[in-house]
T-cell receptor
Framework: GAVVSQHPSRVICKSGTSVKIECRSL??????MFWYRQFPKQSLMLMAT?????????EQGVEKDKFLINHASLTLSTLTVTSAHPEDSSFYIC?????????????FGPGTRLLVL | GESVGLHLPTLSVQEGDNSIINCAYS??????FIWYKQESGKGPQFIID?????DKRQGQRVTVLLNKTVKHLSLQIAATQPGDSAVYFC???????????FGQGTELSVKP
C-alpha cells in the first residue's frame, strides 16, 4: 500500500510555543491530505482537509488561526499548532487520499504524539 | 463478550476463534466504507473496503458485510490471532471531497 510518513513522531514543548508537524506521501502524489486529532480511547476526529495549492478547509469548531495548514507540494502537508497549550496535547494523524472517486482509500501516517507542558 | 461503556467497546475472543466486529454508520448517502486497524501508538492501517453496490467482500482472513437497510457494517476475522489485538474502526465516505467519518471503534483483545 501507499506509504505516508510523519515527523516528528513525538514532541514535547512548553506552553505558548509553536509546533510544526510534517506529513509526507513517500511513493505517490496526494492532492488531498487530511489532518485528524485523536484523544486517548477515542476515535479519530477530522480537523481539516488540506488541498495542494489552496487553502485548507476546516471542520466546525477547529480554529484555523491556531492550527495552520500548508500544502505546498503534492507530497507534503504541514500542520502548525500555534501557541500550544496543555489542552492541545493529543495524537495528531495525517492521511493522504489515493485513487479515484470510487476507490478513495486514505492511507494514514504513523501519528505524532504532542505533549504540551 | 462485547461491552459498551464510557471507554471503547471491547471484544474479547480466544485465539483461533472467529471475531465479529460491528459498526452502525450514520449517513444513508454514504457509498464507500472502510475498516481500519489501529495498534497502540500507531496510525490506522487499511484492512478492507466495500462499496455500497456490494453487500459482501472478502480478503485474507477478513470479510466485510454491508447491510444498507439498517445501516450496519461488520468485520469478520477468521481464526483470530494475538497479532489481531488492536482497535478497529469503521469509516464511511459520503462526501465528494473524500472526507471520512469514523465510528467510535472497538477494542479487540485476543486471549492465547
Amino acid at each position: 500500500g501507499a506509504v505516508v510518513s510523519q515527523h516528528p513522531s513525538r514532541v514535547i514543548c512548553k506552553s505558548g510555543t509553536s509546533v510544526k508537524i510534517e506529513c509526507r506521501s513517500l511513493d505517490f502524489q496526494a492532492t488531498t491530505m487530511f489532518w485528524y486529532r485523536q484523544f486517548p480511547k477515542q476515535s479519530l476526529m477530522l480537523m481539516a482537509t488540506s488541498n495542494e495549492g489552496s487553502k485548507a478547509t476546516y471542520e466546525q469548531g477547529v480554529e484555523k488561526d491556531k492550527f495552520l495548514i500548508n500544502h505546498a507540494s503534492l507530497t507534503l502537508s504541514t500542520l502548525t499548532v500555534t501557541s500550544a497549550h496543555p489542552e492541545d496535547s493529543s495524537f495528531y494523524i495525517c492521511s493522504a487520499r489515493v485513487g479515484t472517486r470510487y476507490q478513495e482509500t486514505q492511507y494514514f501516517g504513523p501519528g505524532t504524539r504532542l505533549l504540551v507542558l | 463478550g462485547e461491552s459498551v461503556g464510557l471507554h471503547l467497546p471491547t471484544l474479547s475472543v480466544q485465539e483461533g476463534d472467529n471475531s465479529i466486529i460491528n459498526c452502525a454508520y450514520s449517513n444513508s448517502a454514504s457509498d464507500y466504507f472502510i475498516w481500519y486497524k489501529q495498534e497502540s501508538g500507531k496510525g490506522p492501517q487499511f484492512i478492507i473496503d466495500i462499496r455500497s453496490n456490494m453487500d459482501k467482500r472478502q480478503g485474507q482472513r477478513v470479510t466485510v458485510l454491508l447491510n444498507k437497510t439498517v445501516k450496519h457494517l461488520s468485520l469478520q476475522i477468521a481464526a483470530t490471532q494475538p497479532g489481531d489485538s488492536a482497535v478497529y474502526f469503521c469509516a464511511e465516505n459520503s462526501d465528494r471531497g473524500g472526507k471520512l467519518i469514523f465510528g467510535q471503534g472497538t477494542e479487540l483483545s485476543v486471549k492465547p
